[in-house]
């Protein structure tokens, strides 16, 4: 890593790129950060966005430094730091430590403004996303740690915490473990540390999740097994005359539609209708918009077998905009093309970069599994492709990078102390994270009937009483954690 840190840090300073920030909907603001981190002869520099909310905190005092990490998702702004669905938990704490909060966003995931980019422009395709990496993301933190320090007047006194969910859950976990100097403690909220090429686990829990009935979730064995017999059966019906023209009377389309196999693929390869568990809320109210919803219909036998009523949950879910959007969306099939544009408007797909470069997670539902969509269709060869047509990385390149990330990383098998771990019972990528541990420095929180990272969101008043419970654990946790030497 590059020792020219405190020259980048003085000449912001004495840019005066620091300036006093709002309490309600900050403003981003900008640090110089190292194009890459690892190569001690580029020179090359951007400017990174991070925002902050100061409204409590007393320069001089020993107050904690919150740092929410930024990822993958929706681009960042200045709600993330005042009311955040990423790390409200540590919002909330602000008044009562006096604490500032920091929230740093991904390098490359800012690119929708150019000027906040690593690199100029995508005209070089795929080569333009090299400095794209979890390593380089983790010294891009390191980086502002230093740059904060002088520019927010900290002192050893203002420990670090640093906090996020999913992927930003797993940067703010391993910044702990690989820079434990700079960060006191982290809450890695339903992280999926350990890469794993084939994610047959995934649509494991979509299916488990559907028989959680604690925590108003609503499901049950008998909806579970509905939905998979319903697609099971669907499956067997491309195959016959009768079945088609069946499914066309209850689906739509014609019956010789069904007969293809690209169509079934995209029609019940990842589910005939929206089924979430990442994303389940028991308080929504429309029509099958969550399990509860979804498992009245299909235990409801007077509409008929299993496949009708995995047609009236489409049905209903086609009538709300936001649902019909996720049956489309998960119905094309896993193809990426021409995604290397030259327009910064147009951008790649980073997180497929990273997917193929690092974590792998792809999704399937094979012959087999627990999965309770039509088995076979959504394969490991199937979700891979596009390494190679959109990257040029092999199969064998994609599970040696992945086996790299363990190694490097840890995986399940990660060290460390000063580490929480909470997860969700519903939430599918629990199967990837650290559920259990021996290491008595390292907690784990199970979150009965939560979905990804519900408990990141701002409080409200339907929440589930597990995920209210689990924000006042990780609150404890967290004061507790900072009164103790790590």
Same mark, same amino acid.
């Given at each position: ?79 993330? +730091?005042? %009311? =955040? /669905?990423?790390?409200?938990?540590? @919002? &909330? ?5 006096? !604490?500032?909060?920091?929230? #740093? ?77 700079? +960060?006191? %403690? =982290? /809450?890695?909220?339903?992280?999926? @540390? &350990? ?5 047959? !686990?995934?649509?494991?829990? #979509? ?80 029509? =099958? ?198």
């Amino acid at each position: 890593m590059k020792v020219l840190l405190s020259v980048l840090v003085l000449s912001q300073l004495l840019l005066g790129c620091v300036s006093i920030v709002s309490a309600v909907d900050p403003p981003p603001r900008f640090f110089t950060q190292w194009q890459d981190h690892f190569d001690g002869t580029n020179t090359n520099t951007w400017q990174q966005a991070y925002y902050v909310n100061d409204t409590f905190f007393k320069q001089g005092s020993n107050a904690p430094v919150f740092l929410c990490v930024g990822g993958e998702g929706p681009p960042l702004d200045g709600s993330v +730091v005042v %009311a =955040s /669905v990423h790390c409200n938990v540590v @919002v &909330e704490m602000l008044p009562s430590t006096g !604490g500032i909060m920091f929230a #740093v966003e991904h390098r490359y995931y800012g690119c929708h403004n150019m000027s906040a980019c690593p690199v100029t422009s995508f005209n070089e395709g795929p080569s333009a996303l090299k400095y794209l990496s979890s390593k380089q993301a983790l010294a891009d933190l390191a980086s502002f740690h230093a740059f904060a320090e002088a520019a927010y007047g900290l002192n050893s006194g203002n420990k670090w915490v640093s906090v996020g969910g999913s992927y930003p859950g797993m940067l703010a976990g391993w910044f702990r473990l690989k820079y434990p100097h700079l +960060v006191h %403690a =982290s /809450v890695a909220s339903s992280a999926p @540390v &350990e890469a794993v090429v084939d994610m047959q !686990g995934y649509n494991n829990v #979509v299916s488990e999740a559907f028989a959680v009935n604690d925590n108003n979730v609503g499901g049950s064995t008998g909806c579970q097994s509905a939905i998979a017999t319903g697609h099971a059966t669907i499956k067997s019906m491309f195959a016959t005359d009768a079945g088609r023209s069946r499914l066309a009377s209850l689906f739509g389309n014609n019956a010789a539609w069904y007969s293809k196999e690209i169509n079934q693929f995209n029609f019940a390869g990842n589910g005939v209708a929206y089924f979430p568990s990442q994303s389940n809320d028991p308080s929504c109210t429309q029509l =099958s918009c969550n399990i509860k919803m979804i498992c009245n219909v299909m235990t409801n036998s007077s509409i008929g077998d299993e496949v009708a009523r995995l047609a009236v949950v489409r049905k209903q879910q086609f009538m709300n905009q936001h649902l019909s959007s996720m049956i489309t969306e998960r119905s094309q099939r896993y193809i990426r093309s021409n995604l290397m544009h030259a327009s910064p408007n147009d951008l790649p797909d980073f997180w497929g970069w990273q997917v193929c470069t690092e974590f792998g997670f792809f999704q399937t539902c094979e012959v087999g599994t627990e999965c309770f969509f039509a088995q076979g269709y959504v394969t490991l060869e199937s979700q891979m492709e596009y390494c190679q047509t959109d990257y040029n990385i092999s199969s064998d390149k994609v599970a040696s990078n992945i086996q790299q990330s363990n190694l490097f990383y840890g995986g399940w098998n990660s060290d460390g102390s000063c580490l929480l771990y909470p997860n969700g019972e519903v939430d599918p990528w629990h199967s990837q994270s650290i559920l259990n541990t021996t290491n008595p420095y390292i907690q784990t929180l199970w979150v009965p009937g939560a979905s990804h990272h519900a408990w990141t969101h701002p409080s409200a008043p339907t929440d589930q009483q597990s995920v209210v419970e689990a924000r006042k654990t990780i609150s404890s946790w967290i004061l507790s954690t900072l009164n103790k030497p790590c």
